[in-house]
Structures are given as C-alpha cells and as structure tokens.
C-alpha cells in the first residue's frame, strides 16, 4: 500500500543521505502507522541524540534551517 512506498522511498533516502533528520523523522512515521513502534522508536531517538550532540547546528532539513 501507500505506506510500504513510503517507507521504502524513505529508506533510500536515507540511503543517500543517513543523517537527513527529516526523513528520520517521517519514516518514524510511517513506521508507526504501519504498527511497527519499536523501529520507528528508534528513529526518533536517532534524531534526538543527534540534536543533543550538536545543540546549536541547525537540524539537516533539506531546506532552510529552523528560526529561532
């Protein structure tokens, strides 16, 4: 269905470009949505340690960094 395609878009994103914090996060998403909590858990903590690590550079978005 549509949210096998995504995830497996989002996965070749992120094989492409593992540290895109974005596409973490939305493949977490989907991953939930698909009933699989445990893996998209740890795609959130992925993200959230990285965003500790290195408090003050901007999160890799794909697009503009977030204002604050």
Do not use: C, F, M
Not at 36 to 63: F, L
């Amino acid at each position: 269905g549509k949210y096998d395609e995504a995830e497996r878009q989002l996965r070749e994103a992120l094989r492409i470009a593992p540290d895109l914090d974005t596409a973490h996060v939305a493949l977490a998403n989907v991953l939930e949505a698909q009933g699989k909590s445990g893996e998209a858990a740890e795609h959130r903590t992925w993200v959230q340690r990285r965003r500790q690590s290195v408090p003050d550079a901007p999160a890799k978005t794909g697009g503009a960094p977030p204002r604050r």
